[in-house]
């Protein structure tokens, strides 16, 4: 079982940058796709951007992409989601989840996430 802390939210202006975090402890972190969630009040979740688990495939929503980068770090047992040219509609709690993949699956997982962190809120304002 993996748990998984996010960190590096907070307020930014519009057209600013913010790079999020997410450490994970316990199990093998290379042996998970990790994924970035956001969630802005009376919306669903939603699947930002996810990562394969060797780093090799990406996938991006398409009203993120260009703006945000999915990158992880297997030694040091972090995924990070930077954003860029940040929009007030990015404004959310954003969660990064994780989900087992075999080692034969290298691909992202646009599901299936059973881990998830507490969430960092990030508020872009006008």
């Known amino acids: 079982q993996v748990q998984l802390a996010e960190s590096g939210g907070g307020l930014v202006q519009a057209g600013g940058s913010l790079r999020l975090s997410c450490a994970a402890s316990?199990?093998?972190?290379?042996?998970?796709?990790m994924g970035w969630f956001r969630q802005a009040p009376g919306k669903e979740r939603e699947l930002v951007a996810a990562?394969?688990?060797?780093?090799?495939?990406?996938y991006y929503k398409e009203s993120v992409k260009g703006r945000f980068a999915i990158s992880r770090d297997n030694a040091k047992k972090t995924v990070y989601l930077q954003m860029n040219s940040a929009k007030p509609e990015d404004t959310a709690v954003y969660y990064c989840?994780?989900?087992?993949?075999?080692?034969?699956?290298?691909?992202?997982?646009?599901?299936?996430?059973?881990?998830w962190g507490q969430g960092t809120q990030v508020t872009v304002s006008s």
């Open positions: 989840a994780a989900r087992p993949s075999s080692p034969f699956e290298t691909i992202y997982h646009l599901s299936g996430y059973v881990y």
């Open positions: 316990g199990g093998t972190f290379s042996a998970y796709g």
């Open positions: 990562i394969g688990r060797t780093g090799g495939s990406s």
